[in-house]
Protein backbone atom coordinates (compact mmCIF):
# COMPACT_ATOMS: atom_id res chain seq x y z
CA UNK A 1 0.00 0.00 0.00
CA UNK A 2 2.79 2.41 0.34
CA UNK A 3 3.46 2.18 -3.36
CA UNK A 4 0.11 3.85 -3.84
CA UNK A 5 0.16 6.61 -1.41
CA UNK A 6 -0.48 10.40 -3.46
CA UNK A 7 2.81 11.24 -1.06
CA UNK A 8 4.78 8.45 -3.12
CA UNK A 9 4.03 9.26 -6.35
CA UNK A 10 0.59 7.66 -6.99
CA UNK A 11 -2.35 9.07 -9.27
CA UNK A 12 -5.70 9.06 -7.16
CA UNK A 13 -8.22 9.12 -9.09
CA UNK A 14 -11.98 9.67 -8.17
CA UNK A 15 -14.02 8.75 -10.51
CA UNK A 16 -17.26 10.23 -10.39
CA UNK A 17 -21.05 9.70 -12.36
CA UNK A 18 -23.05 12.84 -12.97
CA UNK A 19 -25.40 14.05 -10.72
CA UNK A 20 -29.35 13.30 -11.72
CA UNK A 21 -30.49 14.26 -15.02
CA UNK A 22 -33.96 15.12 -15.94
CA UNK A 23 -36.29 12.19 -17.24
CA UNK A 24 -38.13 12.62 -20.46
CA UNK A 25 -41.95 13.45 -20.25
CA UNK A 26 -44.34 10.89 -18.42
CA UNK A 27 -44.62 7.70 -20.50
CA UNK A 28 -42.35 8.93 -23.03
CA UNK A 29 -39.39 6.97 -24.48
CA UNK A 30 -36.10 8.15 -26.29
CA UNK A 31 -33.47 5.88 -28.22
CA UNK A 32 -30.47 6.04 -25.69
CA UNK A 33 -28.24 7.61 -28.43
CA UNK A 34 -30.08 10.62 -28.10
CA UNK A 35 -30.10 11.15 -24.51
CA UNK A 36 -28.27 14.03 -23.56
CA UNK A 37 -30.40 15.68 -20.65
CA UNK A 38 -29.49 18.37 -18.54
CA UNK A 39 -29.69 17.84 -14.59
CA UNK A 40 -32.66 18.29 -12.38
CA UNK A 41 -33.35 20.38 -9.62
CA UNK A 42 -32.22 17.65 -7.46
CA UNK A 43 -29.62 17.02 -10.01
CA UNK A 44 -28.04 20.83 -9.12
CA UNK A 45 -28.88 19.77 -5.31
CA UNK A 46 -26.61 17.01 -5.62
CA UNK A 47 -24.05 18.62 -7.64
CA UNK A 48 -23.32 21.33 -5.25
CA UNK A 49 -23.08 19.26 -2.80
CA UNK A 50 -20.44 17.10 -4.33
CA UNK A 51 -18.56 20.42 -5.12
CA UNK A 52 -18.60 21.25 -1.37
CA UNK A 53 -17.20 17.95 -0.73
CA UNK A 54 -14.35 17.96 -3.33
CA UNK A 55 -13.42 21.28 -2.03
CA UNK A 56 -12.60 20.64 0.88
CA UNK A 57 -9.83 18.06 -0.64
CA UNK A 58 -7.13 19.65 -2.37
CA UNK A 59 -7.85 18.55 -6.41
CA UNK A 60 -5.33 19.35 -8.78
CA UNK A 61 -7.55 18.66 -12.19
CA UNK A 62 -10.84 18.40 -13.48
CA UNK A 63 -11.92 16.21 -16.07
CA UNK A 64 -15.28 15.16 -18.07
CA UNK A 65 -17.40 13.80 -20.38
CA UNK A 66 -18.91 16.63 -23.07
CA UNK A 67 -22.34 15.19 -22.81
CA UNK A 68 -24.44 18.32 -20.93
CA UNK A 69 -24.87 16.32 -17.70
CA UNK A 70 -21.76 15.39 -16.95
CA UNK A 71 -20.54 18.87 -18.10
CA UNK A 72 -22.95 20.23 -15.76
CA UNK A 73 -21.89 18.57 -12.45
CA UNK A 74 -18.00 19.25 -13.47
CA UNK A 75 -19.08 23.19 -13.72
CA UNK A 76 -20.29 22.98 -10.23
CA UNK A 77 -17.02 21.34 -9.19
CA UNK A 78 -14.94 23.54 -11.29
CA UNK A 79 -17.55 26.80 -9.40
CA UNK A 80 -16.01 25.36 -6.11
CA UNK A 81 -12.26 24.35 -6.47
CA UNK A 82 -11.46 27.65 -9.37
CA UNK A 83 -9.91 24.46 -12.07
CA UNK A 84 -10.82 24.49 -15.30
CA UNK A 85 -13.23 21.43 -16.95
CA UNK A 86 -10.91 19.56 -19.68
CA UNK A 87 -13.21 17.66 -21.64
CA UNK A 88 -12.31 14.21 -23.19
CA UNK A 89 -15.21 12.55 -25.37
CA UNK A 90 -13.58 9.15 -24.46
CA UNK A 91 -15.26 9.23 -21.07
CA UNK A 92 -18.65 9.30 -22.28
CA UNK A 93 -21.66 6.53 -21.87
CA UNK A 94 -21.77 3.22 -23.34
CA UNK A 95 -23.49 4.23 -26.46
CA UNK A 96 -26.11 1.74 -26.96
CA UNK A 97 -28.64 0.46 -30.10
CA UNK A 98 -30.47 -2.59 -31.23
CA UNK A 99 -33.09 -1.94 -28.63
CA UNK A 100 -35.42 0.68 -30.25
CA UNK A 101 -36.85 3.27 -27.70
CA UNK A 102 -37.06 2.69 -24.24
CA UNK A 103 -37.29 4.26 -21.08
CA UNK A 104 -34.23 5.35 -19.14
CA UNK A 105 -35.00 3.64 -15.76
CA UNK A 106 -35.09 0.06 -18.01
CA UNK A 107 -31.53 0.69 -18.87
CA UNK A 108 -29.84 -0.15 -15.49
CA UNK A 109 -32.37 -3.00 -15.42
CA UNK A 110 -31.36 -4.53 -18.78
CA UNK A 111 -27.41 -3.89 -17.48
CA UNK A 112 -27.88 -5.71 -14.25
CA UNK A 113 -29.78 -8.73 -15.35
CA UNK A 114 -27.37 -8.98 -18.47
CA UNK A 115 -23.93 -8.08 -16.82
CA UNK A 116 -24.29 -4.87 -19.75
CA UNK A 117 -25.71 -4.01 -23.07
CA UNK A 118 -22.87 -5.90 -25.53
CA UNK A 119 -25.74 -8.16 -25.91
CA UNK A 120 -27.68 -5.52 -27.76
CA UNK A 121 -26.81 -5.35 -32.01
CA UNK A 122 -24.91 -2.09 -33.02
CA UNK A 123 -24.17 -1.42 -29.09
CA UNK A 124 -20.79 -0.42 -28.61
CA UNK A 125 -18.75 -3.69 -27.71
CA UNK A 126 -17.20 -4.66 -24.57
CA UNK A 127 -13.74 -4.38 -25.90
CA UNK A 128 -14.11 -0.72 -27.29
CA UNK A 129 -15.78 0.95 -23.84
CA UNK A 130 -12.96 -0.63 -21.90
CA UNK A 131 -10.02 0.48 -24.61
CA UNK A 132 -11.06 3.89 -24.59
CA UNK A 133 -12.19 4.16 -21.05
CA UNK A 134 -8.45 2.68 -20.25
CA UNK A 135 -6.61 5.12 -22.68
CA UNK A 136 -7.93 8.12 -21.26
CA UNK A 137 -7.48 7.52 -17.51
CA UNK A 138 -4.04 5.90 -18.46
CA UNK A 139 -3.11 9.15 -20.37
CA UNK A 140 -5.08 11.50 -16.84
CA UNK A 141 -2.34 9.18 -14.11
CA UNK A 142 0.61 10.10 -16.04
CA UNK A 143 -0.13 13.16 -16.20
CA UNK A 144 -0.90 13.81 -12.97
CA UNK A 145 1.90 11.85 -10.70
CA UNK A 146 1.38 12.41 -6.96
CA UNK A 147 -1.83 14.28 -7.44
CA UNK A 148 -5.46 13.96 -7.31
CA UNK A 149 -8.26 14.15 -9.64
CA UNK A 150 -11.73 14.32 -10.12
CA UNK A 151 -12.79 12.60 -13.36
CA UNK A 152 -17.12 12.77 -14.28
CA UNK A 153 -18.29 10.34 -16.57
CA UNK A 154 -21.00 7.84 -16.62
CA UNK A 155 -22.34 4.74 -14.65
CA UNK A 156 -21.92 2.45 -17.94
CA UNK A 157 -18.82 3.47 -18.26
CA UNK A 158 -17.37 3.42 -15.10
CA UNK A 159 -18.66 -0.03 -14.33
CA UNK A 160 -17.00 -1.05 -17.86
CA UNK A 161 -13.76 0.27 -16.62
CA UNK A 162 -13.52 -0.99 -12.94
CA UNK A 163 -14.98 -4.74 -13.98
CA UNK A 164 -11.62 -4.07 -16.22
CA UNK A 165 -9.54 -3.98 -13.56
CA UNK A 166 -11.25 -6.30 -11.57
CA UNK A 167 -10.88 -8.87 -13.96
CA UNK A 168 -15.04 -9.10 -14.50
CA UNK A 169 -16.66 -10.49 -17.99
CA UNK A 170 -19.35 -8.37 -17.60
CA UNK A 171 -19.23 -4.75 -17.93
CA UNK A 172 -21.83 -3.67 -15.32
CA UNK A 173 -21.83 -4.90 -11.86
CA UNK A 174 -23.17 -2.23 -9.68
CA UNK A 175 -25.70 0.33 -9.51
CA UNK A 176 -23.55 3.59 -9.32
CA UNK A 177 -25.09 6.24 -7.45
CA UNK A 178 -25.73 10.17 -8.66
CA UNK A 179 -22.33 11.72 -7.84
CA UNK A 180 -21.23 8.55 -6.19
CA UNK A 181 -16.92 8.76 -6.25
CA UNK A 182 -15.11 5.56 -7.12
CA UNK A 183 -11.18 6.07 -5.84
CA UNK A 184 -8.47 4.40 -8.08
CA UNK A 185 -5.00 4.71 -7.25
CA UNK A 186 -2.71 4.50 -10.59
CA UNK A 187 1.31 3.86 -10.02
CA UNK A 188 3.10 3.35 -13.15
CA UNK A 189 1.25 0.22 -14.63
CA UNK A 190 -0.42 -0.85 -11.65
CA UNK A 191 -3.66 0.05 -10.56
CA UNK A 192 -5.53 -0.46 -6.72
CA UNK A 193 -9.49 -0.18 -6.32
CA UNK A 194 -9.83 1.84 -3.08
CA UNK A 195 -13.56 3.10 -2.43
CA UNK A 196 -16.48 2.04 -4.47
CA UNK A 197 -19.93 4.11 -5.04
CA UNK A 198 -19.32 6.38 -2.25
CA UNK A 199 -22.41 8.76 -1.92
CA UNK A 200 -21.74 10.21 1.65
CA UNK A 201 -21.84 13.42 0.42
CA UNK A 202 -25.98 12.51 -0.15
CA UNK A 203 -26.49 11.03 3.48
CA UNK A 204 -29.08 14.17 4.16
CA UNK A 205 -30.19 14.64 0.78
CA UNK A 206 -33.64 15.45 -0.19
Request: hydrophobic share 45%.
Amino acid sequence: MRDFRVQSGACELLLIRHAEAEHPEHGASLEPREVDMPLSARGHEQAERLALRLGKRRLNALYASPLRRTRETADAVAARTALTVVEDARLREVEIAGIGPVALHDLAEIALARGGWSHLPGTESSTAIRARMREAIDAIAQRHPGERVAILSHAGAINAYISMLLGLSGDFFFPAGNTSITVVRARDDRRLVVTLNDTAHLEFAR
